[in-house]
Nanobody
Framework: QVQLVESGGGLVQAGGSLRLTCTVS????????VGWFRQTPGKEREVIAR????????FYADDVKGRFTISTNYAWNMVYLQMNSLKPEDTAVYYC??????????????WGQGTQVTVSS
């Protein structure tokens, strides 16, 4: 059973940076995509970044493009989300998710438990 565990969330001032880490364990095979989603109260969970292992491609939502970077370690058991120039509207619960797909991450096969990111103005 694949397990995803997020870490690195917290409180930061606007303009600051945080790095989230998703630890991926018990995965099998190489054909999967990992993504970061976020959710605020009353809104649907949205994908903000994804990275595909086989296709070696990344995707970013428009409102994080140029500020956030998704990356992995060599073993692909750590997936990072570097978040720079944070804004109060980035405040959300951030989730890591994985799908056995060459490209897509939605709907995921597995979810992490989420980590809170709060950006103060």
């Amino acid at each position: 059973q694949v397990q995803l565990v997020e870490s690195g969330g917290g409180l930061v001032q606007a303009g600051g940076s945080l790095r989230l880490t998703c630890t991926v364990s018990e995965h099998t095979g190489r054909r999967y995509t990992v993504g970061w989603f976020r959710q605020t109260p009353g809104k649907e969970r949205e994908v903000i970044a994804r990275i595909s292992r086989v296709v070696d491609s990344t995707f970013y939502a428009d409102d994080v493009k140029g500020r956030f970077t998704i990356s992995t370690n060599y073993a692909w058991n750590m997936v990072y989300l570097q978040m720079n120039s944070l804004k109060p509207e980035d405040t959300a619960v951030y989730y890591c998710a994985m799908k056995y797909s060459d490209y897509f991450v939605f709907p995921p096969d597995y979810w992490g438990q989420g980590t809170q990111v709060t950006v103060s103005s």
